[in-house]
Every structure is written in C-alpha cells, then in structure tokens.
C-alpha cells in the first residue's frame, strides 16, 4: 500500500457503505479521539480506482469536520491476492446473541483449504473471523468467484472445522460433532 493526499470530496462510497448503519457508539469513540488529538485514530483505505474500502467512520468523522485534504493508504488491487483469484465466498449468518438484525454476511475460504470448498455446505456450522473476534457462522450459501465480488476487505473462514448439520429420526435438527477438513 502507498500513501496519498486526496480530497475527501474525491473518494467514493460504495453502496454497502452507505447504507451501513453506524454504531453511535464507534462514532463517538473516533469522534472523542480526533478531538482529543487532532489526529484520526484509524486509517482510511481506498482502491486504487477511489473507491472507500476501510475507514468508513473515519471518513465521516472528516466530513462532519468540514476537513478538506486528507491521507490516504491506496491499496495495489492489481498485486496477487483474493482480489483478483477465484475465491470461494461462503455467504452465511451469525447464529449467536449478535444476530439482531437477521444479515447475511461474507467471508472468503483461504485458497489451500481445497478439502474445506469440497466439504462444507448449507446449512453446515463454521467459525468465522469478525470485527469483535470469531464468530459462529450457519452457511447460508457458497459461491466461487473468479474476482472479488465486493469493493470492500472480505474477512476469512476462521477454522477449517466444520460442524455438519444433523436431523434426527423425529426431525429435530442438530449439530453432529466437528469434523476439521
């Protein structure tokens, strides 16, 4: 990654951005610190076609400051990664306390985990890296990209374990023991 000055009225904002509801809580934290020293308690991130891949409060934090110049880390798309590679996606759910809001969320599948793509499923339980830690995952669907779907960083399956959804004879379903692939 390089660093840049750029207009914060140049950097664009993807839909999945937009339409992110802001935790009053992060807003405030970055709010105080910047603030309190003048300075951004995060980096803000862009591809290089200008498009905001992190740093999205940040950004406002900038904007509700009437900042105009800003820097920048401009990510090198073109460099081998995810990015630019067939990559498998599991889309999926958080089946713990967290799951409020009833989303589905991304995350890709390491490239060598091969045994992982050809095992896991719908349905099936995995572990999942996320912004508060890992988290637990019911795999809502899975697709294989030859680029990146999104113009934002995709977090990575945590775990190559997978829990393999079971139903018992009177229909009841449940989790059968955990199998790493």
């Given at each position: 990654?390089?660093?840049?000055?750029?207009?914060?009225?140049?950097?664009?904002i993807?839909?999945?951005?937009?339409?992110?509801?802001?935790?009053?809580?992060?807003?405030?934290?970055c709010?105080?610190?910047?603030?309190?020293?003048g300075k951004?308690?995060?980096?803000?991130?862009?591809?290089?076609?200008?498009?905001?891949?992190?740093?999205?409060?940040?950004?406002?934090?900038?904007?509700e400051?009437n900042?105009?110049?800003?820097?920048?880390?401009?990510?090198?798309?073109?460099?081998?990664?995810?990015?630019?590679?067939?990559?498998?996606?599991?889309?999926?759910?958080?089946i713990?306390?967290?799951d409020?809001?009833?989303?589905t969320?991304?995350?890709r599948?390491?490239?060598?985990?091969?045994?992982?793509?050809?095992?896991?499923?719908?349905?099936?339980?995995?572990l999942?890296?996320?912004?508060?830690?890992?988290g637990?995952?019911?795999?809502t669907?899975?697709?294989?990209?030859?680029?990146?779907?999104?113009?934002?960083?995709?977090?990575k399956?945590?775990s190559?374990?997978?829990?393999k959804?079971?139903?018992?004879?009177?229909?009841?379903?449940y989790?059968?023991?955990?199998?790493?692939f």
């Amino acid at each position: 990654m390089i660093t840049k000055t750029m207009k914060l009225s140049d950097i664009k904002i993807s839909d999945a951005f937009a339409r992110t509801h802001v935790s009053e809580r992060k807003l405030q934290k970055c709010r105080n610190y910047f603030e309190k020293f003048g300075k951004p308690d995060r980096e803000i991130v862009v591809a290089s076609d200008e498009i905001l891949t992190d740093g999205y409060i940040m950004y406002l934090i900038y904007k509700e400051n009437n900042i105009e110049e800003i820097e920048v880390k401009v990510e090198d798309w073109g460099a081998s990664s995810y990015r630019n590679e067939r990559t498998m996606y599991i889309y999926g759910r958080h089946i713990n306390g967290n799951d409020v809001d009833h989303k589905t969320y991304m995350w890709r599948v390491p490239s060598n985990w091969m045994r992982f793509r050809d095992n896991v499923q719908i349905g099936d339980v995995i572990l999942c890296k996320t912004k508060y830690g890992i988290g637990i995952v019911s795999v809502t669907d899975k697709k294989i990209y030859d680029k990146c779907p999104v113009n934002f960083r995709v977090k990575k399956v945590a775990s190559k374990t997978i829990f393999k959804k079971k139903v018992a004879m009177e229909g009841e379903i449940y989790y059968g023991g955990a199998e790493e692939f």
